[in-house]
């Protein structure tokens, strides 16, 4: 059993930066790909935004996201970081992190594990 507490949502405006946060219970943590996933607002799905893998070599980044957010974990912390930077209004949205097993899954299918979610609002 992983438990997943999110941190670091907010308002912020457009061009500014966020640094969310997922601390993990658990002995397992590090033998997770580690992923976030948003909600946009009026939308039924989670979508992937990041990836990376148990040991931090391997990250997946969505298209729209990248060259902006930074996907990174500790895991003597049992933390995995979302960097945000240069956010655009079209990133609000609830962003869950995602316990993923063995590898990095884009598919909300293939979740093990999600946290609460945190708010990120981007005003223009």
């Known amino acids: 059993q992983v438990q997943l507490v999110e941190s670091g949502g907010g308002l912020v405006q457009a061009g500014g930066s966020l640094r969310l946060s997922c601390v993990a219970s658990g002995r397992t943590f590090s033998s997770y790909a580690m992923g976030w996933f948003r909600q946009a607002p009026g939308k039924e799905d989670r979508k992937f935004v990041v990836?990376?893998?148990?040991?931090?070599?391997?990250?997946r980044y969505l298209d729209s996201v990248k060259g902006r957010f930074t996907v990174s974990r500790d895991n003597a912390k049992n933390t995995v970081y979302l960097q945000m930077n240069s956010l655009k209004p079209e990133d609000t949205a609830v962003y869950y992190c995602a316990a993923l097993g063995l590898k990095i899954h884009y598919s909300n299918e293939h979740v093990d594990y999600w946290g609460q979610g945190t708010q990120v609002t981007v005003s223009s």
């Open positions: 990836g990376i893998s148990w040991n931090g070599n391997t990250t």
